[in-house]
């Protein structure tokens, strides 16, 4: 990270979550003299939508928590005596959403293990406490305590259900000093959730229900932009979410209690959001954190759309934008980096895309990983990683890492703690236009990323022609001084995995196939494409090597590059003569 331009903001955030952090501390020590609000009784418990593996409570039983691609074989201890093998991992188990696979197997034996592995959690001092007891953590917790309760509390005596409810007012106390204690926005966002649902499952949380309503209004309307994303830019969340919202908009109505009219708007906003980011093959394109798509989880949401909505193709709020002809569909990152408190897992690739046939992904983002190391998570967020032009290898946003002087280092690391790696900079002006000629789809995108560093504007179009068949783009750099003389552009669009890639004439065209045996071919003015090794990282199972075609220019010299994808008429082998296939 270069601290010259960044070092101010780095100090103005330390700062701001400084007084954060002397806020919370002076709230958790005055709220040790009130008592914590105990419902009296249990009426319900939601649905739980998230599809459960009856399988995975035999591992559990068995001692095999696997979380996150992590494992651990407890080998007759308590999960939570171990050190969590990963933050991700961590943040599953203290979640206890693993519970409805214990649900699911429906036996006297998942429900006992239930029972004690929740008794154990809370009546010991085992775990990660400062994860354990986050604020986005405590209230999945709870959540998860409410939604399997008839799970926990099955055969169980007076006295435990007696507990149990005790454990759920402890539970709301947190949250509700958390907030007080100004927790960041989507701790605030999940807090409000969490509390709704105890305020409506349970007897004697009137007032909390109140609060939780007005809060959870407050932050839907806060985050939940008009055209159905989230703030954070990031798809995933629009998914957790909408599993979240679903039961609470259905909890609201069995209780005959007015549905708080954000919720309402929210939910039915979100939803064709989540197709604007959906491709042919059921997964969800890889933009600002969004990594492995669980496929049966999403089929089980977009079932409860009950307008069974179209997918938007014009996102202005979140900076998304989708052209779709014949079988052939396009989503690009056209938006500015989110705001500080939401940019843990935003990434730096403005203007870049995704680009797939049918069930067939082509061009892609790297994706983030599920099981990685720190530095190949924060790799995953840079420019190079994902299917749009960097300049001399360095990324359009910068991120909060510890690097530069003895200061900044313990700076850096002290908010890595606080508020995870946050963005300090990135493009301040992202322009998008859409338009359309002689049936073709036109897209035309601009960002000012390397202006500051470099003097350079890079401007990206799109064309979808009207079958499908054609993908053409441009890559334009313009430049305004600076150091735009001694810039290399380097422009990346990486293969899915599966895809083969061979260059033909000369260098000139690089013929793709796809393995559906459907045959597209590259080619780019006035350059020579190259094939790279990349790496494909939002997999369940690790890393996948796959390949990318690249074009390098600098633009004092070429400010223009254009490229275009065709499909072919037949398939064939890497290596054929590529007169053999017709183009259509």
């Known amino acids: 990270m270069d601290f010259g331009p960044d070092r101010w903001r780095l100090y103005r955030l330390c700062l701001r979550e400084a007084a954060r952090a002397t806020r919370e501390s002076m709230v958790w020590s005055l709220s040790r003299m009130s008592g914590a609000p105990v419902p009296t009784r249990l009426l319900f418990a939601p649905q739980d939508l998230r599809t459960a593996d009856p399988t995975v409570a ?90 399997q309760s008839p799970l926990i509390l099955e055969g169980a005596d007076h006295a435990f259900y007696q507990r149990f409810l005790k454990i759920i007012g402890q539970h709301v106390r947190i949250l509700e000093r958390q907030i007080r204690a100004g927790a960041l926005p989507y701790q605030q966002l999940m807090a409000g959730i969490a509390l709704c649902y105890a305020g409506l499952c349970c007897e ?52 005959e209690v007015d549905t708080p009219e954000a919720l309402l708007r929210s939910v039915d906003r979100m939803l064709p959001m989540v197709r604007l980011f959906r491709h042919g093959d059921g997964t969800l394109s890889h933009f600002n954190g969004m990594g492995v798509t669980a496929a049966d989880h999403l089929a089980t949401l977009l079932t409860y ?35 500080r408190p939401l940019s ?108 500051a560093r470099f003097g350079l504007t890079h401007e990206r179009r799109w064309q979808l022609a ?21 810039a290399q552009a380097i422009i990346r669009f990486h293969l899915a995995p599966g895809i083969k890639a061979s260059l033909a004439q000369g260098g000139r065209v690089v013929m793709l196939v796809l393995p559906n045996r459907e045959a597209w071919q590259f080619s780019a003015i006035p350059i020579e494409a190259q094939i790279e090794d990349s790496v494909f990282l939002a997999t369940a199972d690790g890393l996948r090597r796959t390949e990318q075609i690249v074009l390098a220019i600098r633009p004092s010299e070429t400010p223009s590059v254009r490229w275009r994808f065709e499909r072919l008429a037949r398939t064939f082998e890497p290596g054929q003569p590529q007169e053999q296939a017709e183009l259509i």
């Open 466 to 486: 009207p079958k499908g068949n054609v993908l053409e783009g441009e890559d334009n750099f313009w430049s305004e001084g600076g150091n735009a003389g001694t």
């Open 58 to 147: 035999t591992d559990i039983y068995s001692g095999f928590f696997a979380f996150s691609g992590r494992a651990i074989t407890t080998g007759g201890r308590s999960p939570f005596a171990f050190s969590p093998p990963s933050r991700a991992w961590g943040e599953a188990l203290y979640g206890f959403g693993w519970l409805r696979h214990l649900r699911a197997a429906g036996t006297a034996l998942a429900q006992a293990n239930a029972r004690s592995l929740v008794d154990e959690f809370v009546t010991s001092k085992l775990g990660d406490k400062r994860l354990a007891c986050s604020t986005e953590i405590t209230a999945r917790r709870l959540m998860s305590f409410i939604s």
């Open 344 to 451: 843990q897992e935003a990434a730096a690739g403005c203007l870049s895309f995704e680009f797939s046939s049918a069930a067939q992904r082509i061009v892609v983002n790297c994706g983030m990983p599920q099981i990685a190391a720190e530095p190949i998570i924060q790799a995953s967020r840079s420019t190079a990683a994902h299917s749009t032009a960097s300049i001399n290898d360095i990324s359009s946003c910068q991120i909060v890492d510890k690097k530069g002087t003895w200061l900044q280092r313990r700076m850096s690391a002290w908010l890595l703690r606080r508020v995870g790696p946050v963005m300090l900079s990135g493009p301040e002006r992202v322009t998008a236009e859409r338009s359309e000629r002689e049936h073709a789809q036109l897209l035309t995108a601009s960002h000012d990323g390397y202006k």
């Open 204 to 255: 004697g949380l009137d007032r909390t229900l109140r609060r939780a309503s007005r809060l959870l209004s407050r932050e839907l309307d806060r985050q939940i932009l008009a055209d159905g994303g989230h703030v954070s830019r990031n798809p995933r969340i629009v998914v957790e979410l909408l599993f979240d919202l679903l039961p609470l908009r259905q909890m609201f109505a069995s209780r």
């Open 305 to 339: 759309d009950d307008m069974r909505s179209q997918p938007i193709h014009h996102a202005p709020h979140s900076g998304y934008e989708r052209l779709e002809a014949g079988r052939t569909l396009v989503v690009a990152d056209v938006g500015t980096p989110p705001p």
